[in-house]
């Protein structure tokens, strides 16, 4: 449960909620929007380079899990493709808006079938953040026994 997947349209909060969420769990955030700049600056937005993106983005979120981190990936992950491509340990799927600032993106985007934790509802940051380390914690207790979290995470 150390790869964490924040997902959603254009404009729904995934980037503050990845912010809130970071410092909690001592995590590593990587943002789409900074690692297209960086890493996939060759990338477009075709059907194929979403996918690439996704496949990158997850390759550098597990080389964190591998190093013994914990890391946060806020990004759209529009499709259910994209999604198999990064291949999170927990998803946490921010359904706040109905559409974005991004038409292709608002026609291409298909709700998840499968996440972890669900924001639909208005809430500070912070509430949210609790809402996914409450849902977090029972997880990663039975994956490393019950201890583990308290030593490896800490609450502020």
């Not at 909690?24 to 890493?39: E, H, T």
């Not at 038409?103 to 291409?108: F, H, Y």
Request: charged letters at 25%; glycine letters at 8%; proline letters at 4%.
């Amino acid at each position: 449960m150390r790869k964490i997947l924040i997902m959603g349209l254009p404009g729904a909060g995934k980037t503050t909620l990845a912010t809130s969420l970071a410092p909690l769990l001592n995590a590593v955030v990587f943002n789409a929007d900074a690692v297209r700049a960086n890493i996939s600056c060759d990338l477009g937005f075709s059907h194929a380079d979403r996918i690439e993106q996704a496949r990158r983005m997850g390759w550098l979120c597990d080389r964190v899990v591998e190093a013994g981190g914990t890391v946060i990936a806020d990004f759209i992950c529009p499709t259910e493709e994209t999604r198999a491509a990064f291949g999170a340990a927990f998803t946490i799927w921010l359904n706040r808006i109905s559409s974005g600032r991004f038409e292709d993106t608002n026609r291409m985007f298909v709700p998840p079938t499968r996440f972890d934790l669900r924001v639909s509802a208005e809430g500070t940051p912070r509430y949210w953040a609790e809402q996914a380390l409450a849902r977090l914690r029972p997880s990663f207790d039975r994956a490393q026994g019950r201890d583990a979290f308290a030593k490896s995470w800490r609450r502020e």
